[in-house]
């Protein structure tokens, strides 16, 4: 039976599904708000943005169209980044009021939830400052404001940069082929902001501010524990990192991603790589003096290191020092040490967890260690993952001037090593630390550059699609919260492996491969984003990166890919 068709007269009301199955009608004009506080879902967080037909949009959106909504909470990653973004610009707009005359500068991210920032480049915030900043966001807060997006034509944006005093953002922009800009207004403070915001204050009442060193840290709460902030923590050894990369930003002259443009467009791109690679060098040359500073003592050296950190070149790198300073260097590989594949423990969907330390064989590996460190011979596994089981492998014995290098995201765990001596262990944790942000108010997150040092090398080594890489991400990002990032501070050292040119490398390779993500995919949300943050780089061509890099173990063209010193 055919159905009848009829003219019908034009809607005045739309009707939005929500995962649950429930539907609501509302007239055209509705914003994605407005719907989900009628609808109030059970949420596992708060309530930040929304999947409409499974584009991330605004709570603000006016709907005019029938959509399916799905809410996006402080429970999902980008619901955590528009929290943080929201809450740096309601510090922005606090302070313009409070110290009209200053600027505030984001720096660098803190393990237990926060944004370290500073007032004019370091000048401490007496007490009273801070007590009375803290005041105005919370009135801000209260006050429960709007915050806008407008559309500024891009003379007069350059113009409200320059004035205050915000030469990189003006410089950033300045080449931008669109005539127009997209900021954000609150409380008649503009500004840009790269991404998403919540619809008004209110949204934000969860933070704090604490003194901590030079500046401040704008805290906020995590992904994990979205309800509440984490205890304070001090981390010494981290913000050593984040002020010697200052410094080398200083001696390059590249503070910001404008100033790596103008670099690279004056014809200085070589001369910005060769002094990235050489503070590098001098990293590493330091790292290997503490360690023969330490002989006959240090025998074991472990390395660890979240995913993509560039662990493995570091190890070779390293192993070459040492050769110079007349230590010979061994490396232990520790997937070799897996347990046989009927013992490996499943994760919650099933599958075989290999990032557990239940999937290594401790007891082995430590008598194993403790025999090479008393002279004796063993005979090395082999692991075989195509069958899962260990095979035999070559005999090794060292001598006293030998040092084993161990690589593994386990390796600062110290279960790994117990009963072993302790003073004769030294530990690495290798991480792409910092990155060159934007600008002073947009960050861009080191874990972002090394997903894309793994989408790059992933597509090139392992014929994993972007689609592939970004989909495991996540599981990827709760292992190394698991099993790493609990143990950097076993560390002896910090090695940070960015490299301030690195994305303006990665650019042309990561750019085709996120463009293959199919439109209306999970994974397109992701790939969206990544390439907005990208389209500010200029591209640097690869020729000139130095063969032993860090960066060409993800970009190709490493001459240490098959260099085994140790192996004589």
């Known amino acids: 039976m055919s159905q009848e068709i009829s003219l019908a007269p034009l809607r005045k009301e739309i009707q939005i599904v929500l995962p649950d199955g429930r539907a609501f009608n509302g007239p055209k004009g509705t914003t994605v708000e407005a719907f989900l506080k009628a609808a109030k879902p059970e949420l596992p967080g708060r309530l930040m943005a929304v999947l409409v037909n499974g584009q991330l949009r605004e709570l603000s959106l006016s709907l005019q169209n029938d959509s399916t909504l799905e809410p996006v909470t402080m429970a999902d990653s980008d619901g955590v980044r528009i929290y943080r973004r929201s809450l740096s610009f309601l510090l922005i707009a606090a302070a313009a009021e409070v110290f009209p005359d200053d600027t505030i500068t984001v720096h660098h991210s803190m393990p237990f939830g926060g944004y370290y920032c500073e007032r004019n480049g370091g000048r401490r915030l007496p007490d009273e400052d801070l007590d009375r900043l803290r005041r105005r966001m919370r009135q801000l807060v209260e006050a429960d404001l709007p915050i806008k997006q407008v559309k500024v034509p891009l003379t007069e944006a350059l113009e409200l940069f320059r004035d205050g005093g915000d030469q990189e ?25 790269h991404g998403f915001m919540v619809p008004s204050t209110g949204y934000l009442d969860l933070f704090e501010l604490h003194h901590y060193s030079d500046g401040f840290i704008l805290q906020f709460p995590r992904r994990r524990e979205p309800d509440i902030l984490q205890p304070f923590e001090d981390e010494p050894r981290l913000v050593k990192v984040f002020r010697d990369y200052d410094e080398w930003l200083s001696i390059i002259g590249v503070p910001s991603v404008a100033a790596l443009n103008r670099a690279i467009r004056a014809g200085r791109t070589q001369e910005v790589i060769l002094v990235a690679e050489a503070l590098h060098n001098r990293q590493l040359a330091s790292i290997a003096a503490d360690i023969a500073s330490q002989q006959p003592r240090v025998r074991l050296v472990m390395i660890s290191g979240p995913s993509s950190a560039g662990k493995t070149t570091f190890s070779k790198r ?17 997937d070799n040490y897996f347990v046989e594949r009927e013992h490996t423990p499943r994760d919650a969907k099933g599958d075989y967890n290999f990032e557990v330390l239940a999937a290594v064989d401790l007891p082995l590996f430590r008598q194993q260690i403790t025999a090479l460190l008393a002279g004796e011979s063993i005979i090395q596994p082999q692991y075989n993952f195509h069958t899962g089981h260990r095979e035999q492998g ?18 600062l765990n110290p279960r790994l ?11 690495v944790f290798v ?6 942000n934007l600008d002073k108010h947009n960050r861009v997150p080191t874990t972002d550059t090394r997903m894309l040092r793994r989408i790059v090398r992933d597509a090139a080594r392992r014929g994993y699609s972007a689609v592939d890489t970004i989909h495991r991400w996540p599981s990827v990002r709760l292992g190394e919260k698991n099993h790493i990032f609990p143990f950097q501070n076993n560390a002896n050292v910090f090695f940070n492996s960015a490299l301030v040119y690195e994305l303006s490398v990665l650019k042309p390779f990561a750019q085709p491969l996120l463009l293959l993500v199919e ?21 640097i061509e690869p020729d000139g990166i130095p063969s032993d890099s860090i960066l060409r173990e993800f970009v190709g063209g490493s001459i240490l890919e098959s260099f085994e010193p140790w192996q004589r």
């Open 519 to 539: 439109p209306g995919t999970p994974e397109r949300i992701e790939a969206n984003r990544l390439l907005a943050f990208m389209q500010w780089f200029d591209a």
């Open 318 to 334: 390293l192993a070459i020092q040492l050769v110079a300073l007349g230590i010979r260097p061994v490396a232990i590989p520790m």
């Open 169 to 193: 953002k003006a410089d950033l922009f300045a080449k931008r082929r669109k005539d127009y800009l997209k900021l954000y207004e609150l409380n008649g403070v503009r500004d840009y902001f």
């Open 394 to 411: 070559p005999s090794l014995e060292i001598g006293p001037e030998t040092v084993l290098l161990v690589e593994g995201i386990h390796g």
């Open 417 to 427: 090593v117990e009963g072993l001596p302790h003073d004769c262990i030294y530990r």
């Open 431 to 436: 991480s792409a630390l910092t990155q060159l």
